[in-house]
């Protein structure tokens, strides 16, 4: 009852006059169908009273066309009116399907990175996939089926009542009810199993999906067969529920059709007994098997119907179930957009930890002015991302304020304070489409001459040039079609698009090799300029143009600075610079061995070869 009452008023909507209409009409065209369904038995059994042979005569005197033609007449109608009532109704269905697949993306993407973090994305998008389905199977069952059966059955037991007597009126619904109550029972174990398929089937659903979006991975562990194994699994559960379902339902239609052929068998004695004492004619009997044959198909699916309706509910329940999520980041009542200013960013004994068992900043405070650059440093786990999730407001601080322009960033609406901001990952993931499409994505809507200028400014529009479709070419899933420096390119073109006054450069190199490195820096540091920039850093050699420096360690703020200065202080700063120094060291030294030990090698061949 939750799912329909949730779902009624897209089908009531308000303001669409319309849909409303069609609705109507729909319920107008159901009911002249089943009336004239429940017309045409009454109409064949006058008809066959009219055909049989009367007081002695044995051959058919006249031909009631009237009756055989209403007959006819009232069976197109019947179906007539039915398939119009599907047409006229089937925009409300996929108005309303559409509308709330679109509310519930949109709840999604309103939701937390918390949420998103701790839910597989496959398994989310199959719940709307079945949800949406199941508002169609739930109301072409319900609407349609089910409660226009029920209506029908009423109509016929009183007219069987009316015309004959309520023996005959007792056993159809005696029949039906325990057709019914069987049916539902049996259904409702059933649906143990049917669950299981749901989540084996997710569950498949969503291993396959991670594991193709890890391709690589994959193939860089050999695991093929692992993983393989893990969707097998997962197969295997589905099969066994399957099963089980199957086996069931086959259980399930031959306890329907005993009860059917009692019910029948039962009807058509009191029938016979009728004409063999004169209340009733052949047409009459004709009549009742022909109501019992009516209800009986629709009634034949109740089962396949039940379950359907019953799935269909749970499908959407889930799906509703999704929109109660509460949003943990939310704006505040009559929020106002981010004012427009130059850029500061100033963090307040800011206090966060993603679990409260286990604090990421214990009481960070720093300010960067307008068009400056920080640089933030430190080992892994200190709470460097954590700062720039903060001011995006991905999480809002358990402690202390974030501000932007003297703005706290919890008072002001997320769409303004984002559209503020640009972000320059690290893992730099595009979609799978063109060139052209995840540069303008910074900004929908741009000219393919704005796009262009952001490339070059990216130093990306020589190398797409290059490619046989240009900025047509397609990346691949998550891009995997270019290289880390190439992706990266792009980043930092569609960031440059978007145009923000505030700039965060999230470990933006650090996957990517020294000479690429140093091209993509020429690239932020034009992107930088006049930007308020908060960079965060693994390599010490990408921040030593910083204004200023902090380090973090265990979620404080151990030392501040520009490069120099923290040098000088041989300090954590000087510790790490030195550490990451000789690493280069050493990397370049090895690089220098393999690259002579590479030339000497033809010149032992050449001397073996002589001797």
Request: hydrophobic share 50%; aromatic share 8%; no cysteine.
């Amino acid at each position: 009852m939750s799912a329909l009452v949730r779902l009624a008023p897209y089908l009531w909507p308000k303001g669409e006059v319309e849909l409303r209409v069609r609705v109507v009409a729909a319920l107008v065209l159901l009911a002249a169908a089943k009336a004239a369904n429940v017309l045409v038995p009454i109409m064949y059994a006058r008809a066959v009273d009219a055909l049989a042979p009367k007081d002695g005569v044995g051959a058919m005197l006249t031909v009631p066309v009237a009756l055989l033609v209403g007959y006819g007449l009232l069976r197109v109608m019947a179906s007539a009116f039915g398939e119009l009532r599907n047409a006229v109704f089937a925009k409300v269905q996929a108005r309303a399907g559409r509308r709330v697949a679109l509310k519930v993306f949109e709840h999604m993407h309103a939701l937390s990175m918390r949420f998103h973090m701790d839910r597989a994305t496959g398994g989310l998008s199959r719940v709307i996939e079945r949800g949406v389905r199941g508002i169609a199977t739930s109301l072409n069952f319900l609407l349609f089926n089910i409660i226009p059966t029920i209506v029908e059955i009423l109509f016929v037991a009183a007219i069987l009542w009316w015309i004959f007597a309520a023996s005959f009126a007792l056993t159809m619904l005696g029949t039906i009810v325990a057709y019914v109550g069987f049916t539902l029972a049996f259904t409702n174990w059933r649906l143990t199993f049917r669950r299981q398929m749901n989540q084996t089937d997710e569950e498949a659903n969503t291993k396959a999906v991670d594991s193709l979006l890890n391709y690589e991975t994959v193939k860089y562990f050999g695991n093929e067969t692992h993983e393989a194994h893990r969707y097998e699994d997962s197969l295997k559960r589905y099969e066994r529920a399957y099963v089980r379902s199957e086996t069931t339902l086959n259980m399930l239609n031959a306890g329907q059709a005993l009860i059917m052929a009692v019910g029948l068998t039962v009807t058509m004695l009191l029938a016979g007994s009728g004409i063999a004492n004169g209340t009733m004619s052949v047409g009459d009997l004709v009549m009742v098997n022909t109501y019992l044959i009516q209800l009986y198909l629709p009634l034949n699916i109740l089962g396949f119907a039940y379950r359907e309706i019953k799935q269909g509910l749970t499908d959407m329940e889930q799906m509703f179930r999704l929109l109660e999520v509460p949003a943990e980041v939310q704006d505040a009542p009559a929020a106002p957009a981010l004012a427009k200013g130059a850029g500061e960013i100033r963090f307040e004994d800011v206090h966060f930890g993603y679990r409260p068992d286990r604090k990421i900043l214990k009481g960070v405070s720093f300010t960067v002015a307008p068009g400056r650059m920080l640089a933030i440093v430190g080992p892994t786990g200190a709470g460097k991302s954590t700062i720039s999730r903060l001011l995006f407001r991905f999480y809002d601080a358990t402690g202390g304020r974030v501000l932007i322009d003297g703005q706290d960033v919890r008072d002001v609406t997320q769409a303004s304070l984002r559209a503020a901001i640009g972000v320059v990952p690290q893992d730099t993931v595009l979609f799978n489409d063109t060139i052209r499409y995840n540069i303008a994505y910074g900004r929908p809507g741009a000219t393919d001459a704005e796009v262009e200028e952001a490339a070059r400014h990216a130093q990306v529009h020589d190398f797409v040039l290059r490619l046989p479709e240009g900025y047509a070419t397609r990346v691949g899933e998550r891009g995997l079609k270019l290289s880390g420096g190439e992706k990266q390119r792009v980043a930092i073109a569609r960031t440059i698009l978007k145009d923000p006054r505030i700039l965060i450069l999230d470990e933006a190199t650090s996957a990517l090799d020294t000479r690429t490195e140093q091209e993509i820096q020429a690239a932020l540091r034009d992107v930088s300029r006049n930007r308020t920039t908060l960079v965060i850093a693994h390599r010490l050699s990408t921040v030593v143009e910083a204004d200023e420096i902090i380090v973090l360690q265990d979620g404080r703020i151990a030392e501040r600075g520009t490069h120099a200065s923290l040098i000088a202080a041989d300090g954590l700063y000087a510790e790490m610079w030195d550490r990451q120094a000789q690493a280069v060291a050493a990397a370049e030294a090895a690089a220098r061995a393999q690259a002579e030990a590479d030339l000497d090698r033809p010149r032992s061949r050449a001397a073996e070869a002589l001797a």
